[in-house]
């Protein structure tokens, strides 16, 4: 069990996350990165515990934003189910991974995300791709959702630090961008957590608390959505996501 202070830290972040995850996408980390940095659990015990966590806050903000009417739910299940059978893939890579190579691999992540993040938004560039309906179309946002589920897998991170940003990318409008997220980490998240399960890696002590300030933060942040300019707050996530990717190394 982890100190009382360590613990509020964790549920403070949490609380945080879940803003940042139903506002702008990539907020899950944070809980990750907690986990990993505050306690002494094993690699696949912060990828299971995280991921039990965010599969909960996801069904939250998917219902929530289904009844607001503004999933794509054609896009939502494409990337969804690409994402559900990486997964695996990325839990069994796992088992390779030392606690050391886990923190790497994951600031890696955090450092990539936060510096597109912040040079797109620094430049306001619009996207390169704009992907729509079509065969190849329906490819691309299934290599998206390979990636996100096999990252998802490897580190426990949900899907929304990727998914939310490639989808931007690719010509979805950030709000639908927000609300597929939600979908697109249920399934992510959900297929993370039984495989982890199975190897007994949930820390059951953390994850009540946890998932309870992180449903309020999504409540909070889908009330934010729809109220405050997204540009300044992704500027401010990418540079939170660079400070952590080095708090990893340093």
Same mark, same amino acid.
């Given at each position: @069990?982890? +100190? ?5 830290? $964790? ?8 803003? #940042?995850? +139903? ?7 944070l809980?990750?990165t907690? =986990?990993?940095? @505050?306690?002494? =659990? ?17 069904? =939250?903000?998917? $219902? #929530? ?29 796992? +088992? ?57 897998? *490897?580190?426990? #991170? ?8 490639? $989808?931007? =990318? ?23 957590? *039984?495989?982890?399960?199975? *190897?007994?890696a ?24 729809? &109220?405050?300019?997204?540009? &300044?707050?992704?500027?401010?996530l ?8 080095a708090?990893?190394?340093?």
């Amino acid at each position: @069990m982890v +100190a009382t202070e360590v613990l509020v830290a $964790l549920v403070v972040l949490a609380f945080l996350g879940g803003v #940042i995850v +139903a506002t702008i996408g990539p907020g899950g980390i944070l809980i990750v990165t907690g =986990l990993y940095l @505050m306690t002494s =659990l094993s690699s696949a015990q912060v990828a299971g515990t995280s991921s039990a966590i965010f599969t909960v806050g996801a069904v =939250l903000g998917s $219902l #929530i934003y289904a009844r607001s009417g503004e999933i794509d739910w054609w896009i939502a299940g494409v990337v969804s189910v690409a994402a559900a059978g990486g997964t695996w893939v990325g839990v069994q890579a796992n +088992a390779s991974l030392s606690r050391e190579l886990y923190g790497l691999v994951l600031a890696a992540l955090l450092a990539v995300v936060g510096v597109t993040i912040v040079y797109r938004e620094y430049h306001d560039l619009e996207p390169r791709v704009e992907l729509g309906r079509g065969g190849w179309d329906t490819v691309g946002f299934v290599a998206v959702g390979l990636v996100v589920g096999v990252s998802g897998g *490897l580190l426990g #991170i949900g899907g929304a630090a990727l998914s939310a940003p490639v $989808l931007v =990318l690719v010509g979805v409008p950030m709000l639908a961008t927000i609300a597929i997220t939600q979908v697109v980490v249920v399934a992510t998240a959900l297929f993370t957590t *039984l495989n982890y399960l199975l *190897l007994g890696a949930i820390v059951t002590a953390l994850f009540v608390p946890i998932t309870g300030a992180y449903l309020g933060g999504v409540g909070v942040g889908w009330w934010l959505a729809h &109220r405050v300019e997204a540009g &300044r707050l992704k500027l401010a996530l990418g540079v939170a996501l660079v400070g952590l990717a080095a708090s990893l190394v340093i």
